[in-house]
């Protein structure tokens, strides 16, 4: 679907939404290229008949998928909730063009969704060691951090009572139960529309990091929104039930992570104990809900 014709779908579901039923438009950023092939066959089992009819019967919702297409990926989201809103869209998700998504994707998040969790997410890895989740939370403030205090009050990432809310660390284990996370990846999330209308725009930015040269490190745009939803009090919950991949030349997964990890621990156990103790004190884990 291009992304000219957000507004035509859903003002094809008044009829729906006149009998009480609502609506979610899915936003799929292709960063100028196309669709690699093992995201456009998840999305299509994502889409089948029998996973829409179970959306529609369980939960009330209709769905339609638009492609972004736009430069760059910060204005790319902005524009895509903005034209959400403008629809009249009850709930939107962002599903990125690079990675995977298992079948109930969709109906798993709407299970979980709330109006005390109007956030929800997957959990998808990072493409690079340590393959890591892109999940965890905020860390207390660096020595280091404390020199941009003042960028990152300009910039949105100071919270009201003093937080930090830039520097976070990846949760190293996990339990099969959602969790709340102070920083997720926009590449698989859902959230009800009314959560954007109690943030300032823009939702999503990129900033020079000072930490870096800035002219070639940037804070990446879904750091930004996750700064302002801790901000606002709106928490996030993450589900290990939706475990997604994330494509390059082999699939960054759970099973990557956790044997990279394993391995880690594994190299410092013929150091002595005393070196596992040590990184194992170091590990984050979340917060239940």
């Known amino acids: 679907m291009s ?6 779908p859903v003002e094809k579901f008044s009829k729906a939404k006149a009998l009480g039923f609502k609506t979610l438009v899915i936003g ?3 960063a100028g290229r196309d669709i690699p092939k093992k995201t456009y066959l998840s999305m299509l089992q994502i889409m089948s008949p029998n996973n829409m009819i179970e959306l529609v019967e369980k939960h009330g ?3 339609t998928i638009r492609v972004l297409s736009d430069f ?7 524009k895509f909730v903005d034209d959400s809103i403008e629809a009249g869209a009850d709930y939107l998700m962002f599903m990125d063009m690079d990675m995977t998504f298992p079948p109930d994707t969709l ?6 969704i709330s109006d005390d969790h109007p956030v929800v997410a997957g959990m998808y890895y990072l493409k690079k060691e340590p393959f890591a989740p892109v999940i965890g939370d905020y860390t207390q403030w660096s020595d280091e951090l404390l020199k941009h205090k003042d960028f990152l009050d300009k910039h949105g990432f100071l919270h009201p009572d003093g937080r930090q809310l830039l520097e976070w660390r990846h949760f190293n284990g996990y339990k099969d139960k959602p969790f709340y996370a102070d920083v ?5 999330f859902l959230a009800k529309i009314e959560v954007f209308k109690k943030l300032q725009k823009p939702y999503f930015k990129y900033i020079p990091d000072p930490r870096k040269d800035p002219t070639h490190n940037k804070i990446s745009e879904d750091m930004y929104f996750c700064a302002q939803l801790k901000k606002a009090g709106i928490p996030i919950v993450v589900t290990p039930q939706i475990q997604c991949g994330h494509l390059m030349e082999m699939e960054s997964n759970r099973e990557l992570w956790q044997n990279q990890r394993d391995a880690v621990l594994g190299a ?7 070196k596992v103790d ?4 170091k590990f984050v884990y979340p917060r239940y809900v």
């Not at 992304?3 to 035509?8: C, G, P, S, V």
């Not at 760059?72 to 902005?78: F, G, L, Q, S, V």
């Open 107 to 112: 109906n798993i998040l709407f299970d979980l």
């Open 268 to 274: 410092l156990q013929k150091q002595g104990q005393d």
């Open 28 to 30: 799929q950023p292709v």
């Open 184 to 188: 997720i990846g926009a590449g698989c």
């Open 72 to 78: 760059p990926i910060d204005y790319n989201r902005n």
């Open 61 to 63: 919702v209709v769905s």
């Open 278 to 281: 040590e990184l194992v004190s």
């Open 3 to 8: 992304d000219q014709t957000i507004k035509e």
